[in-house]
C-alpha cells in the first residue's frame, strides 16, 4: 500500500465504570478498565442496539444489570460490519459454548515488530469468509483488562438484523470465549493461524479447551511471553472444532514466541531478534528458504529486516495492506505500550478506526 492517504477516525463511545461482580479472587495488581478513545465526535448507537434490556423473552431468564449494561454498550463501527461492545463484570472463562459453524480454513499473517523498545506493535490480518465482527472490550475482576477481535459468525450473528433479537444479543453475552486475536493491559499480545496439520499435546491429568477458548486464557492469565507459555502448557488444546493452529506471543518487553504442535509434543520458537512473523505453514517443520518461497512470510520478513524490527503503526497497517488476500476481513494493530488499536475493516485502508486500552 505504500504511503496511500489514509483517514484515522477516532470514536468515543461513553464506557461506564466496569464494575467487579462474580467470584474468581483479587484482580491482578494494577489493572486497568477499558475505554475507547476520547478525542472525536459521540457515534450514536443503530436502531434497537444501545438500550436496556432488563425484560426477557417468553422462556428466558431475565438479565443481570452487568448484562444489560454490556449489550447497551453494543455500537456499530461501519457497514462491514464492525461493532464494538464493553463486557461488564466477569464470565465463566471455561464455561461450554459450541460454534454454530466450523471452518475449513482461515488465512492470516501475524508480525511482532519491537525494533525500537519504545513502541513495539504487534500486527495481524484474518483472512476467512466475509462476516460480522466484534471489537470487545473485557475486565474480568479475576484478570486482566483486554481488547479483542471475534468473529461472531460462531455465535450465529451473521447480518446486522442480528445484533437486534434477543436471541442474537443474549448469543453475544458469550464473546469473550472466543478471541480470534487480542491484547491485555499488560501489552501481551496473541493471534493464531491455520497450518497444514497439528497434532496437540494430550495430558489426561490436564483440562481439555477449545482452540480459541486458549486465547482468552492467555489475555486473561499472562502478562509475559514466558507466562503466555506456562498457559498453554497447564491445558490440552482441542482442534476438533476448527481447523489445526499455530499462535503467537508477543509482550511489551520485546519478546516473542510461536506455538505449535507437532508429534503430540508443544514446540515453542522465540523470536531471536527484534521481529518475528508468522503465516500458515509451520516454523518447527520448515526452512528459511522453504519459509521465504512463503510470499506474504517472505514480503513481512525482507521489510522488517530492513527496519531492524522498527515498524510505526502507520507502517504497520501499510504492512498488513501489503500481504492481505482476497478475503482479508480485518487487518489490526496493537500498540504494545501506547495502548493503541488501530483497526481497518474489508481492506479498507484508507479509513483506520482507532481506540485505546490503558496499560495496566
Known amino acids: 500500500m505504500g504511503n496511500a ?3 484515522t477516525v477516532t470514536l468515543v463511545l461513553a464506557v461506564a465504570a466496569l464494575a467487579a461482580c462474580g467470584t474468581g479472587g483479587a484482580p491482578p495488581a494494577g489493572r486497568s478498565a477499558p475505554s475507547l478513545a476520547a478525542d472525536g465526535g459521540a457515534l450514536s448507537p443503530s436502531p434497537g442496539v444501545g438500550r436496556s434490556m432488563n425484560g426477557a423473552s417468553p422462556g428466558r431468564e431475565a438479565l443481570s444489570r452487568e448484562q ?16 464494538t461492545m464493553t463486557f461488564q463484570g466477569g464470565y465463566d472463562r471455561l464455561a461450554t459454548v459450541t460454534p454454530t459453524l466450523t471452518p475449513d480454513t482461515f488465512g492470516c499473517s501475524l508480525f511482532a ?51 437486534t433479537t434477543d436471541a442474537g444479543r443474549r ?14 493491559a499488560k501489552g501481551l499480545a496473541v493471534g493464531m493461524a491455520t497450518v497444514p496439520e497439528a497434532k496437540p499435546t494430550f495430558d489426561g491429568k490436564r483440562r481439555t479447551v477449545g ?73 518447527a517443520t520448515s526452512t528459511e ?48 505500550k501506547s495502548g493503541e488499536v488501530r483497526l481497518a475493516t474489508g481492506q479498507r485502508y484508507g479509513t483506520v478506526h482507532r481506540f485505546h486500552l490503558p496499560a495496566g
Open 113 to 163: 515488530a519491537h525494533g525500537d523498545p519504545a513502541a513495539p506493535v504487534f500486527g495481524r490480518n484474518f483472512d476467512f469468509d466475509h462476516q460480522p465482527a466484534l471489537l470487545l472490550f473485557t475486565s474480568p475482576p479475576d484478570g486482566y483488562a483486554s481488547v479483542s477481535m471475534v468473529d461472531v459468525s460462531y455465535l450465529g450473528l451473521r447480518s446486522d438484523a442480528d445484533f
Open 68 to 83: 444489560a449494561a454490556t449489550l447497551a454498550s453494543l455500537r456499530k463501527v461501519d457497514d462491514h460490519p464492525l461493532w
Open 211 to 283: 482452540s480459541l477458548r486458549v486465547q482468552r486464557l492467555v489475555l486473561d492469565q499472562a502478562a509475559t511471553v514466558d507466562e503466555a507459555i506456562a498457559v498453554f502448557s497447564r491445558y490440552n488444546v482441542d482442534f476438533s472444532d476448527s481447523p489445526p493452529l499455530h499462535y503467537m506471543f508477543a509482550d511489551a518487553q520485546g519478546r516473542s514466541a510461536v506455538v505449535e504442535f507437532s508429534g503430540g509434543e508443544m514446540v515453542v520458537r522465540r523470536g531471536e531478534g527484534p521481529w518475528q512473523a508468522m503465516t500458515n505453514f509451520t516454523l
Open 171 to 184: 448469543a453475544l453475552l458469550r464473546a469473550p470465549l472466543l478471541p480470534f486475536d487480542g491484547m491485555n
Open 289 to 336: 528458504e522453504s519459509r521465504r518461497a512463503d510470499q506474504r512470510y517472505r514480503t513481512l520478513s525482507e521489510a522488517l529486516e530492513s527496519s531492524g524490527g522498527k515498524a510505526s503503526d502507520d507502517r504497520a497497517m501499510d504492512l498488513l495492506a501489503d500481504v492481505r488476500q482476497g478475503h482479508t476481513q480485518w487487518s489490526i494493530v496493537y500498540g504494545q
Open 5 to 7: 492517504s489514509r483517514t
